[in-house]
Every structure is written in C-alpha cells, then in structure tokens.
C-alpha cells in the first residue's frame, strides 16, 4: 500500500499527486508511467510521472478526472493509502543533445513534458517549451517549466495571452520564424498529439509522443494497449509509451480509446450517484 | 392595431410582446433570458431594440406593441450594444471553446472527454451543440472576446438526486427560478447574494432535496446553457434519433420526446413543441422526466419466455411457449380470468379483452388496480356510459376549484401546474384532505377532516347549500333533500371534525358562481365510505353546476374503464377474482398486471405477462415477457378521455413482445378466431369501428340519495393511531420506481411512515429510525419521516401494491386505514 | 379632532407657552451624537436644576442644526446665541453667565476663520448666513418626539387648508403650479406624477416615502426625519389626499437607528391625535402609514426594488412599463417620492405655490440641501436655492478648503454622479447643468476634493461601491461594473496598458444604454467625467506609472535625501519591516525591495529636516557612498 503524501486541485479537473513510493522514486527516469489503483475494487489506469524526489522517496504525478477511477482519486486525501502503485514502467525517453527541441504539452502534459524538458536541458539542449491551456486560470506549474526553458511560449484561447491558436497554429508560426527545431516532443491528449504531428510533419522533424491507450496490467502481459506504429503491432506499455508520431496510427489509436465509452459513462453515472447518501 | 417592424408592417393585437412578434415572422432577434411560457425578466438585455421617437434602448422582451409604433431590430449601434453585452456574459463562462477555430475537429476525437469533473469548454459541457448561448455567438459572429476569462470556481452541487447545478456555467438568466415559482408553483430556488456574487440558491443554502423540490425537471429543461444538467445523460453525446411517445405512468398523458443514441433511451423530455401544445405544454413530473431511461434499461426486465418444467422455470422459444401456454388455457376455459394493468396501450387491452372473452371464456380484462375512481363513480350514478369529461384547459380557466382527498400534486403533477394556473388568474382553490400537503400553501381554505370525513363534510356542505339555494328541478331532488334532512349541519360537520363556520365558509365559496371545478381521485378509491363519498360529490356537482373532474389514476385507466364498461352485471373485479382463486373456484389465472396473489390457492394454471420479474413469477407456469411503452406502438386514452398516439422508440429488449401480439397469437393457437391482427393500427381501425372512444354522456342523471355521515368515530383504545393507506402512483406495471432508481428512493420510497411530529416525540421516534407498527390483524415495520403537516393522532404509509409496503397486512383489502400502534425498535 | 379644534390646541399650546422664556437648545442629530450632545444635554437639566432655575428654563434636544464640523451645537432661545464645540466643563459657565447673567462667553463663539471676528446669533454665522433653510430652518426649535413643539409652529395647518377648502385636483394644481421637482435625483415634475398616479384605474392605491438614502456620503433624509419627522408625515398625507390613497409606507433604512424611532413615535403621535387613521381631522379622508425597515441594500432605493422588498421579495428592479404610478405596490397604482420632496410639498402648501416659485431658477424651483463633506471647512447640510453657484456654495458657505489647499474637483450626486473640475465653479447648481456637466442633482451628495485627491483612485472607489452594490440581475451592470472595476484596479496599481481608456468608455457606453435601471444607468459617470475632465491624470498613472496626487499606493516611492537626512533613526524605528538601513548620525537609505510604502518614514520625520521624500514616478534619490 503506498501513502498519498499530497493530493491538490491545481486547476479545474486536475489535480497533482504525491505519493510516497521510495522504489519507484530511485528508478524513475522521464517519460515513464506508473500503474495507479484508487481502491481494492477500482480499475488499473497509467499516469506519466511527472517529478520525483529520490531522497524524499516520493513520486508526483499530474491526473485528470475524465472517469470513475480518477473522480476516486481526486476524493483521496493526504494520508490515504492506495493499494496499487506500480512502477517505473515503459522505456524511458531518449534524451540526447539534439540541439533545440520543441516540447508541446496540454492539460496533464503541462506536467509530463516538465521532466523530459529538464533531462534534455541538462543534456545541453536548448529547449522551447509551448504550453497549450484553453484559458489562463487553467495554466500551471509556470515557473517550473520556465526555470528549465530557454523559451516559454503558450497557446491559449484567452485575451490575456492575446492569442487565439491551437497548438499546430503556434508551431507554424514558430517554424515560419525561421526557428530551428532538430527534435520534439508532444504529450497531452490524443489529439494534441496527433494535431502537432501533423504540424511538425511538412518540415520533417521527428516528433516523439507518449500514446495514451487504455491499458490494464501495464507490463506487457494484456495486449490492451496494442498500437499500430510503422505498420507493426506494438505494446504501449512495454515497447513505449513514447513513439515516433509521424509512424502512428491516429485513426487506429482514436477508435480504440473509445471502445468502451458506454460502459465508462455507466459506470461514472453509477459512481455519482452512488455518492448522494440514501435517507435513510 | 399595427406596427412596422424594420419596415415590415404587421397587424397585431396588444397581448403579444415586440420579440415574439418578431420571431414569428421570421425576424431574429437575440434572447437569453425570455421564454414563451415565463413573464418578461429583461435581465440578459440582449434582444434591445430601437423605437422611433423614443431614446434610448428597449427590451423588446417587455416592449408591448402600440398603434403606429416603429420598432428598429437591426443597426449599427443596436449590433454593437449586442456584441458588448454578449462579451460581457462570456467573460464570465468558460468560453473557450466558442472562439477556437478547431472546435469541430476537435470535437469529433474528443467525444470521451465529456466526462470530466468541472466543464471548461463547450466540448465537456452536457449541453454541446443544445446551448442556446452558442447559438447566439454563432449569430452574433463573435469570435474574440477582450477580456481574460475569469472562472468563478464555484464548488459543482452534486448532492441532490437527478440532476447536477454546476453555476459556473449559469449566466443568470433567470428562467429556473422563474419556471419554478411561476409555473410550478414550488419556489423552491431564488437568486442569493449580490453583484457578481450573485448565484441560484436555496434558502439557507440548503439541498434542493431538503428544501421541498420535486424534481419535476422544468427548470433542467428551460436551462439555456448547461449549468443545471441530468446526472444520468450528461456525459452522453448527443442522441441519434428522438421519438414521440406518450408517458405510461399517470392518467393526464404527457406527450414526452424520448431521445435514444444507438438504439438505447438515454433521455426522455417534455414535449415542448409550441404549434400543436400538448396537453402537458412542455411540463413533466419525475417519473416521465428521469426515471423513464432506468425503468426501460432495468436489470429486473423479462427477456426471454419462460416455462415451468419439473417445478422450476426454463427458457424457451416464442412457439414451444406460446404452445405450452395455450395447452395449459384450452382445458380450463371458462374456469379462467384476465387481469390486466391499465397502463398498457388501448390496442394491448382491446386485444387481452377479445382473448380473454372468445379464448378464455371469461368476461373480458379485469383492472389490476381494482376499482378505479371512474368506476366507483359509474357505480354510484346507476351506470354512466361515459364518465364527465372536462379538459385540463377548463380546469386552468375554473374560478373555484375544490381539492378532495388527492395529494395531485403528486398523483398527477402537470394537472397541479392547470390547477395552479387558475390560482394564478385569481381561482380560489379549496383543499379538503385528512393531512396538510404540498397544496394547501396555495389554498385559499384547507380544511383538514377526520380520517373517513370526507363524505360528512360533503353532506355538510349540501345542507349549507340547501338552506341558501333555490330547489334545483332535476330528477331526485326531493329524495336528495329528504335523506339529508336525518342529520342536523352540526351533527354533520362535528363527524367530519370540522368546525361549522369553515363548512360554512367552503360552500359559500362554491355557490359564488363562475366555472367551478370538483377533483378527485384514486385517494377516494379502497375505503368503506368510497361509495358515499362519491354520491355526496355527484349532488355536491347537481347543486353547484360544477364540473365532475375525475382524475383516471393510470395512464390508460380511461381506456380500460370504457373496455370494462361492456362487461356483464356482476363480473367479478379484482378481489372478486383473488376470492375464486384462494377458494379454488378459479383454475387459471392469466396476470398481465400487478396484484398481489393469496399465499394458498387453488389455480391450476397461472401464467404472468409483464415486462418486469416479480413476486407472481414464483408462482407461475410460464412466464411471457412483454414489451414496454416505449418498445411498441399504440394510443393511451388519457384523462380527458382523449386517445393519443405513441411512436416506438427502441426495438423490445431480448425477445420482448407487445401485448396484443402475445394474445393475439394465443387466441390463434386456441381456435379462437376474430383476435388476428398484424399491427397496432389494425386493432385502433377495429376500435374507431366499434366506435369504443366515440361514447357521449346524454341526458343529466338525477340527484342521488345521499349517504348521512357514518357512526361516530371508533375510540382510541389500544390502537391510539389512524394509519391512512395512502395510494401511491409510483409505479410502472409490476416495477416499482425505488427498485429500479437509487435516485428516487431519496424522493419517495414505500418503505417509508410519515407521523406527526408530536406523535413520533410520544413514541421516541427520531428522523430515520425504524418504527414497529401493529394493528388488530397484523404487523410491519417502516422508517420514520416527520412531516409537519401530519395532524396529531395521524399517521400515512405507501400502499403500493408491489409487495414493498405491509400496509396490506395490517387491514383489510377494502379498509383504506387501520388502526395501530406505533413503537420504536432498538 | 377635527379643523377647528387643530387651531384650538395650537392656541391652547401657544398660549401655554412663554415666548420669552429662555431655552437651552442643544443639537441631537446624529452627527452631534457622535460628538456626544446626549450627555451635554443631561449636564445642562443637571446644571439647571443643581442652579434652581429649572422652573425659569427650558432645555430641548433638537434635531439636526446642519452645521455637523462644529458640533456639539448649543443655541440659546429666544435671543439665538449660537455656542459651538461645547464640552461638558462649559456647562455651568453657559448656564450661571449666559443664561442666568445673560452674558455672552466669547471662546465658545463661532470665529470667522479669515477674520477672526466672533459672531453670537446664529443667522449671522457665514454658514448660515447664505442658505436658505426651508426645511432645515425649524429643526432647531422643535423636539422631534413632541407634537405640540411641531402644532405651535403651525404644523399641520396646510393639511388642515388642504383637506377643508381643497379639492385633491387642487392640491395637485398647487403642487404643479409649484414648479416642485423630484429631490431623489431624477426631478420628475412631482405635479406630473401625482396626476397620472390619480388618473390609474383602481380604487387602491398608495402613497411612499423613499427614505432609503443609499448613497454613504448623502444624510439630508436623514437629519429631516430626525429632526421633523411631522412635516415629512404632514406633506405625505397632502400627497395621499391628492391621489387618494387610504395607505402609505415610510420605506426607513435600518441603518437610521434614531430616524426610524423618530418616525415611529410621531405616526404613533398622529394616530392618537386623529392625523392618522380613520377620517382624519374629520373630513371623512382615511389614511395610515406603516414604516417599513429596508434590508441594507443600496439598490433597493430604486422604486421598483423597493416596492419589492415592500412585498417580502428580493429587492431587484423590473423592467418599466408598467410605471408604478400605473402598476406599483401588489400591481396597484404607487406614487413614490422622496423624504425632502414630501416636506417641500409641506411649504408650499403652507406657504403658496407662487411663494415657491419665486425661489430657484427657470426649470429648478424651490431649494436643494446638499451634504457638504470631503476636503472642506465647514462639513454640514446646507439648504441653498436652487441656481445658486457651486464656488458660493463651498467657499462662501462652505468656508474653503480645509489647510487652506487649491479646490480640485467635487462629485456630485452619490456614487453615480459626475466630478465636476474646477474650471466649472461657476455652474448653477440645478437638474439641467449638473446633467450636462455629466453629473446629477441625484442624493445630494457634494464631496469636496483637494491636489491629494487621486481622481483615478476616486473613480476606482465608486465604481467598486456600485459593483458591490449592484443587484446582480441585468448583464451590463452585474458584468460591466466589475469589468470596469477590474480595469481601474489595474491601473491604480499600475499595471495600465495603452487602450484601457478606450476600453472604459466603450465598456460605459454598454452599461450606461444597456442596463436595466439607474443604478446600471449611472455608475459609469463616475468613470466618464473623470476621463472626460482629468485625462491626463490616467495617462499619468498608464504611460508614466505616475499617480500626480501621490495617493496611489503602489505607485509611491519613499527614499531618503541623503543631503537632509541627520541619520536621527527615527524612521528606522517607525518603519514595520525595516527597511530602513544606516547607523547614528549617518544619512540612512530605504532598500525599495523590502518597502511596503505604507509612509510611516515620511510621517516621523521631523517637519525642519525633511528627508524622507514622497514621490512617484521618479526613482528614489541615489544612495550617496560612505
């Protein structure tokens, strides 16, 4: 049973965990994921580990409550203790001196790009980060992700930015700049992911991306997050989750994430109510 | 007079404010806050106009037509002051997604994510490509704002049952607010606090549950945006398909859209369709708003036939079924009954009534709720053809209008909204019951009787009347006059429990004249003092001139009672049937509604058709699954006596058949011939021959003799508590509502004893506790709710008739209340 | 009673009564309370009776004298010797010299600040000496918890002449005849409103008194009906008669204590007295007034709010048409006015229309009280005629600005009205200039503003009051205030960007056409004139991150001029989280990192050396070396 050391809301519908977890915390390297379970009942779902604090012996991770399980997790408090945290699983990123690399994160890759900046920073990159959020009171972790960027951008639909565009809009206008950008990285939601892809493709620039289908064991035992990369069937837990995104296929990873949206609906439906306590 | 409006000249009259006139020519004009069936509010000022001759701005929501008036819709000045406002209500709604050029791309990857906690975007909201602000800023064409968008982080209210209120979303309109005190009467939620501050709440910032909503949906429905939404649907994405259906719970039969997405009911909503109004005019209650998707979808559904094979029940096919079943029926013809639930359609009943005479030689469908209040009312008038039939129209035009023994607020919900729209055009409304309800806070006169007073107050009121009015000239009088002559006013009104000048005060309030309207329901039904009760309001009706508004319990109970009308004098009823089958008079029993049979009975052959597994399935020989309301075609005649279609909206679960099929087949199988039928509209072109629904009252039925009020009431003596049976409408079929949703157990469960709170402070009864109640011939235990309008030495528990409430152990069938004893288990 | 018995008892109380004798008027408005004229006027009944003369003199606690900066305020009757600030040790001196040896204590006179010169009667007080107190003018002679002091003074008589000899179209032809306008702020033809009020079909009807006075810095209202609730009581059963109205309400905030007592007891008075209730004075004309206790919400001095919370329901406007005149009170025919309307229509039915008219200007007639308040001398209520120059008003009454400091602007008319700069002096105050200057009449509120005066930070102040006090129901308001609010905040602490101005006024366009009622309608004026008449002051505070009034706190810069500076640590010591460095007789320095600007430093630093400076815009003086 691992001991949840923090447990916040950062901004709407996402919230921050640390939990204490001293194995995982001394092999954690970026890009990797852990295996979460909120209840003896509850479902497996993989969060990308975000920080971790090999002397503290504590890992965060940033989740979003889109489901039963992470509506649970968000319940939790200091304190509690979680049956299941497994990890450090899937290959970690490869982190080598590119030159300059462009990461784009949105909602909860705000926080799984933060580790994968800083490892590149220290490998002596030079490293443009570019925050998508919709609106400003939904930004986070800012001077986090400043400290370990050369530059600092955000793509928001909100006057305080006074910008309008979506993520592929801000890497076009960035490589219209004439910026030079050897490598990148986008996590985020699928279609982030897919969408910066699509905007990095033109100019030929390998863009790695950490897939997020569903998974159930997380170690290569289910099939579950079976993915479609240059053709080939790959496991997202154990032969990634991060992939060239040029060589995935959207379309394939799109229709299995919503496999089994009916019974998810059901059972978030079932939970809430759940939760209204009977009068008498 | 006329106007012209952007030029265009119009003839219009002075009832119809500048925006709908507008909007019924075609002419757009922005409105957040106006809705056809609410005052003008003029709060979002979205829809100003200019007038010509007049400065400044005007709503065109209160702006009332005057001859010769020149109304400007559309300027310069008029587009910005629009777009303004419009950025001003967006600064403060996450307004994200409305100006990002990806919206529909993203929308069509992004259908999982409508299940997120805190909606911060169109594509998480419930209400996506429904909000009517979306509507607008497509309209308007804005798509920038210049101001940082705030979120107000209001925590999102999930306390209550059915529905969420997320305020973050709310852009204070109004309209639920306005819905709930205007139309529905409950004034259950207000604007609290100030200025930006300001938010929908309760007082004391209670639960809605606790602050006396009855979940009716309305102001879920006149929600523009998505702040109030369904907790079962709002994380679905939009339905494929919306059919028009007829609600099968309560007798006033709202016209309902239920929206399915791939074959399966995610939604069912008020018809508010404003060309032709339904009766229901776009208001519903929570049984036909949210508890339609889970009765539907229930685990408890039948799917396959079932027969008894060595003593225990098998799967099979319709054929091997349907042979079995009709094998079983042949031998024991004549020696059998049908008894069918009044919920089902006219074609299912039409069907079940020709089988049950030409297969089963019994003498056509028996009612599962027993008598209904229009056959206690045939019954007592010597035989009506048709019972009195007043729309709900007349009844929200009547100028007095008087209440009897029926909570109609919970009975019949949208029959309480025309009643409360009388009130609202200045009706007076008089309430008589044995308990204080929902009703009497807008009564202008509640009077609360002794248990089983009803008719002696009525008598009461006939003898008031007497003395002031003229002789009426109609049959009967004079016998009318002279049974009442027996008992002195006071003799009457003291065993009523009544104080005479409030007698007094009801009947002059009824002779003042103007449409008045008598209700009266299912409460009346299944107590000794039915049949005089009755009497007394048919004369009460005769004196007065007022309406005789019988509200039919279920949804077809009008349907039934005119197919029941035909039967023989002294065809057994419901009890009668139970009777035979105890004593073993009956050898086969064919169930195709709830009712609760005899532990010991003689039946040879049972057989149970119902959509839902239930107690009588123990019991029987096979067991035919039948499709619900909304799995079949057909009309419910509703309590107006008006038949009205109803569209398939799902295909039937597993192998689920309608009704009239089952019978249709069986009577085949039996030799039987005239029952073949290959669709619901053959059987509605066989009724409209039979001219069933085209039967009129002629000709006034004389005065009754009047039934002189009862002996005085019974002493306390060991059992100090009455314990009224109350009729409960919470039902679909053999499925009660709290065993199907969680969410309606909160509202209304059987297992429940409302008492006084003097009484349950006597006995030592907290709020929630278990109590053990005991009567001369029975027991059975219930939890406690303290209701402050229980009078002293009164308490009520559910009759439903689902096996849920063990009121039927402590009485007798026909008993209506019991005297009992109420102590506190620990 | 009836009209002859009126006039009976008025003899009755009159003969009763010594002209001559000598009485002890002490101030009991609530201005003077603060200043504790309760416990003075107990020592004076003490001293009266411990000197033996209280059969020979009278003491009364009156309402409101108007002039609150100089307050405890005492006036000797019959001879009006007008003693000021008096303290409880100057008690036995006034009685045993002045009252008893009729001789007159010079230290407690009022001394005119530019001569010098001691002034003893009353009317002679420069103050005074100008105005023209119609209203105010009685609240020194009558206790307002006695209806005989109210009935000798002729109270009553112009209902008595309205209801014997009058018809109501009568009343209404003099009220009209009159030229009376509204004082709430709008300056409807009160004549005009009566008219269609009586005109409405329905037999009920009502009558109220907006006595509301949301508006902080207005307490005109409050000093009439605390001081002469009967002739704010007389003037509306004038007003019911004309209409005919049978009930009317007196709409009192609760945070007016003394004025709700007030009125109550004097409803109570008339009842007993029959100037109240069933046939009153025995003309078969039935009226009563109930008082009603407003929640505290400033919008609900708007009529349709207020008739709101009348009926038990949140007070929040509604759309007009239907005016209340047609559909008010539980959708019966209402006629609305304000507190100092009710007691003109007193005067001019006492006095006569044209009497009236002859006072104020050509559309203005009759007076205005205003509360004088802000950066001024003499802070009070002064009742002036209408047309009367704002430079009479607060120089010539109102006796400069206080430390003798340059007039800068004035606000006018509450927190919705305009700031008028001082290049409009000269403006006669009435209902069209004051509009066309881009203010408002509205309560009377009259703030005074000098050079340190921000006039962002004022427009900041106000438009927050009515954000907050918004109700919260119409888009424009509700949203638009707290925009604008946002955007002045922004620029007070000085994170104004180049088009914040353009964005106000598009901003105050919107709410000022777009809101529901006045209070929507008004609150961008604040924000309009001071654009319109201190630009440059916001492009002070945008471009130059320069508040020129030095009011703006995160705009000031505290350094110390190192030539000055003693090093006397006195700042050291005074400042809270010392951010002052330096040793004994060395120049010390400020680290700006660690100031909080709270100005401590400048205020202990002796006034001969001066070396804390007070600046914005400029960086702090440069840290000479050691």
Known sequence: MAKILRRERLVPNLHVLEVSAPEVARKSLPGQFVMVMPDERGERIPLTIADWDREKGSVTAVFMTVGTTTHKLARLSAGDEIPVFVGPLGKPSDIQNYGTVLLAGGCFGIAAIYPIARALKEAGNKVITLIDVKAGYLLYWEEKLRKVSDRFLVSARDHRFATKDYVPAKIKSLLAEGAKVDRAVAIGCTYLMYSACEATRPAGIKTMVSLNPIMVDGTGMCGACRCAVEGKTRFACVDGPDFDGHAVDWAELFARRKSYLDDEIRSLCYWERTQLAPCA | MNITIDGRRFEVQGTKTVLEIAKENGIYIPALCSHPRLAPYAACRLCVVEIKGRSGLHPSCNTYPEDGMAVVTDSEPLRLQRLKTLELILSEHPNACLICAEKEKCEDHKASIRKVGEVTGCVFCPSNRRCELQEVVGKLKLDSLPYDSVYRGLEVRRGDPFFIQDYNLCILCGRCVRVCREVRGAAVISIVRRGSEAVVGTALDRKLMDAGCQFCGA???????GALAERASRHEPPPDAVAKTVCPHCGVGCRLDVETLQGRIVASRPDASLEAPAVNRGQACVRGRFTLRDTVASPRRLRRPMIRKDGKLVETGWDAALAFVAAGLKPRAG?????????????????????????LKADGIVASLGPSILDELSAAAGGLKAPPRASLADVAKARTILVLGENVAVSHPVAWVEILDAVRRGGRLLVVGPKDDPMSRHASLSLKVRPGGEPALLAAVSKALLEKGAPSGLKGFDAFKRSLDGSSLAACCESAGVKEEDCRRLAGALAEGGPAALVFGQGLCGAPWTKAC??????????????????????????????????????????????????GTLKALYLAGPASLPAKHGLEFLVVQDSFMNDSCQAADAVLPAATFAETEGNWVNLEGRAQKSMKAIEPLGEAKPDWWIASRLAGLMGADGCAFEGADRIKERIDEEGLLAVREEGGQGFLAACPPGGPADKAGEYPLVLLGEYSPDYYRTLALCQTSPDFKVLRDPGWIKIGPEDAAGAGLQEGATAHVESSSGT??????????????????????????????????????????????? | MDLKDLEKLRQEIVAARDGKRPCITVCGGTGCHAYGCLKVAQAFRDEVRRQGLQDKVDVRQTGCHGFCERGPIVVLQPRGVFYQKIRLADVPEVVSKTVGGGEVIDRLLYADPATGEKIAREEDVPFYKKQHRLLLGSNGFIDPTSIDDYIALGGYRALAKALSGMSPDDVIAEATAS???????????????????????????????????????????????????????????????????????????NEYPLAVENVTAAVKDCRQRGLLGKSILGSGFDFDLSIFRGAGAFVSGEETSLMASIEGRRASPRQKPPFPALAGLWGKPTN???????????????????????????????????????????????????????????????????????????????????????GMLDLPIDYASLAQAGSMMGSGGMIVMDEDTCMVDVARYFLHFTQEESCGKCVPCRVGTRQMAGILARITRGQGEEGDLEKLETLAKTVKAGSLCGLGQTAPNPVLTTIRHFRHEYDAHIREKRCPALACKELLTFGIDQKKCIGCLLCLKACPVKAVSGTLKKPHDIDQAVCIKCGACFEVCPAKVRAVTKTSGAPAPEKVPQ
Not at chain 2, 219 to 225: A, F, L, Q, R, S
Not at chain 2, 344 to 356: G, M, Q, R, T
Not at chain 3, 212 to 239: K, T
């Open chain 3, 336 to 422: 609305i006015n304000n507190v100092e309307t009710w007691a003109n229509v007193t005067w001019i039915l006492r006095n006569g229309a044209k009497a009236y008219a002859a006072i104020g200007t050509q559309d203005s007639k009759g007076t205005k009280i205003f509360a004088l308040v802000g950066k001024i001398n003499n802070t009070g209520l002064v009742e002036v005629p209408m047309g009367m120059k704002l430079r009479e008003i607060i120089f010539d009454i109102g006796g400069g600005i206080k430390g003798g400091k340059p007039f800068k602007a004035v606000q006018t008319g509450g927190p919705s009205g305009g700031c008028i700069p001082a």
């Open chain 2, 335 to 359: 020696k059998a009954a049908l008894v069918a639930s009044s919920q089902l359609s006219l074609e299912d009943l039409f069907v079940l009534d020709l089988f049950s005479r030409s297969a």
């Open chain 2, 780 to 826: 059975m235990e219930a939890v406690v709710r303290i209701t402050a309008g229980m009078p002293k030495g009164v308490a009520a528990v559910s009759r439903l008739d689902h096996g849920l409430s063990g009121f039927s152990r402590l009485s007798a069938a026909a008993a209506g209340s019991a005297r009992v004893k109420i102590t506190r288990v620990n």
């Open chain 2, 219 to 225: 102001c879920v429905d006149v929600c523009p945006t």
């Open chain 3, 179 to 253: 030229g009376l306008r509204g004082r709430g702020g709008a300056g409807f033809p009160t004549g005009k409103k009566w008219a269609i009020c009586r005109r409405s079909p329905g037999e009920t009807k009502y009558v109220i008194c907006n006595a509301d006075e949301g508006d902080p810095g207005a307490y005109m209202d409050r000093s009439l009906l605390e001081g002469n609730p009967h002739s704010v009581i007389e003037g509306m059963i004038i007003g019911a008669y004309a209409i005919g109205a049978r009930q009317g309400f007196v709409y009192v905030r």
């Open chain 2, 534 to 583: 009755v009497s007394n309001l048919w004369n009460l009706a005769l004196q007065t001139g007022a309406a005789l508004f019988p509200l039919a319990e279920e949804s077809d109970s009008f349907g039934a009672w005119l197919l029941m009308r035909r039967r023989a004098a002294g065809a057994p009823d419901l009890a009668a049937v139970l009777r035979a089958a105890a004593a």
